[in-house]
DNA sequence: TCCGTGCGTTAGGAACGCGTCAAGATCGGC
DNA sequence: GCCGATCTTGACGCGTTCCTAACGCACGGA
């Protein structure tokens, strides 16, 4: 866990590097930058940074290969950044390994509020928690059980299956493809109303109020994600 | 409890067993490697190591047929090593005895959380105690025997074999496939009636109330649980 | 303003899993 | 070779879970 995170921006444009560059500074991380994916692929390997911000509409190599290429070898989160229309490109990134997307043009404060969190979410991994406790529950992913106000809460084997994947990737987004084909098997990916239904059945029994969920968050058009709420 | 524990390396990949290794022996760990099944299943029986880390895309045998190899004569910890699509053979890898799995890529501090666990794990299982205490019955482990009210309760061989094996994963949730492969064989797994025939008799000889069961819970769908009520 | 899209919610019928019982099949000791 | 104990197998009933379809609602674009 180091004292000064180090963050790579990947963009071709020397706007939103510079920009990005000179608040990443001012909050004290340290800042590389590339303009390539080449590039990109080249600095990560000898800088070992603790984050990637990537821009998907790279000149060459295409933004999606980059992610592949960072994870052979790496679980640094990568946070993409793309322009609001590409929506299948930006699930496509999902499905290749990245941790979460800004679309671009995007406000300093929300990039800043994606980075810690994917920041804060590596470390907690590190820490190894198998054990995910909130103000409202409480989840043991190794003994499978879930425990609310002191009382065991029943979970069907789909529901609990879809709590762990979320659970397993704590803070990252996880698209509605991959989560289908994580719970239903490969061969589902297109059933999105299964999703909604279970969803549904899981903040009825989990979230305070089910109707405004805290912890299991929809991203409207691209998938769903588990979060600790900070205070 | 050696002091410096000793970590077998199973991958073919030379830039993830170098990774591994340097990290380890950094770490004060005694690292062997090995870059294909038969050569770990050899060094494995050398130098018996106190933890494995295993890929599953192995040459030659199969990553499964490893741990089941290792499975007949030891229960060393074995962390399992697996791409991410690869669900169902992360299951299988479970179910042939692997204490835990890790996907690839995977960041190195996960990694080492993982196998200090494992290690954790181990300790603690060896300093156990083999003598569970409910207040209904006593089971002994070490002499296989089990007392209710004063006098010894008498169990099947088969009987023994389930109620060993859940107060051994004390709390954890057993899945069907897992309990009928550690009772009646690696060649058993989709024989569940065997299951509801055999808990219903353990239940009959050992709960207070067999229709309303305390100890050894039904999971719907999932598998077993043997718990002690905390009230 | 009207439509299309995506998400949440609900309800009902089909399918499945579990407990139970009892009748073969198999094993082991005498 | 017999007999009791143990394990396998099948059938039945019941409760639960999963899938599916339909509706309502909010949002954004034509």
Redesign the pocket.
């Known amino acids: 866990m180091p004292d000064r995170f180090r963050i790579l921006v990947v963009d071709d444009e020397p706007g939103i590097v510079r920009a990005l560059g000179i608040n990443l500074k001012a909050l004290g991380y340290q800042v590389e930058t590339a303009a390539s994916g080449e590039e990109a692929l080249r600095k990560a390997a000898d800088h070992r940074p603790d984050a990637v911000i990537l821009d998907l509409g790279l000149p060459g190599i295409d933004g999606i290969d980059v992610i592949r290429g960072l994870r052979v070898w790496t679980n640094v989160p990568i946070i993409v950044l793309s322009v609001r229309e590409a929506e299948r490109e930006k699930i496509a990134a999902l499905d290749a390994g990245a941790d979460d997307y800004v679309t671009k043009p995007f406000g300093m404060g929300e990039m800043l509020a994606r980075l810690r969190a994917a920041l804060r979410r590596e470390i907690d991994e590190e820490a190894e928690a198998p054990v995910i406790e909130t103000a409202d529950f409480t989840i043991d992913l190794a003994v499978k059980r879930v425990m609310r106000g002191g009382s065991e809460v ?1 979970l ?4 609990w299956g879809v709590v762990e994947v979320l659970v397993r990737h704590q803070g990252k987004l996880v698209s ?1 493809t991959q989560l289908l084909k994580e719970v ?1 098997g490969p061969q589902y990916g297109e ?11 899981v ?2 029994k989990l979230e305070p109020q ?2 405004t ?1 805290r912890y299991f968050i ?6 769903y994600r588990f979060q600790v709420p900070t205070a």
């Open positions: 029943k069907t084997p789909t529901e509605q239903w059933e999105t109303n299964y999703l909604r239904v279970f969803i549904a059945q903040r009825r089910p109707s969920p929809t991203e409207p058009g691209m998938g």
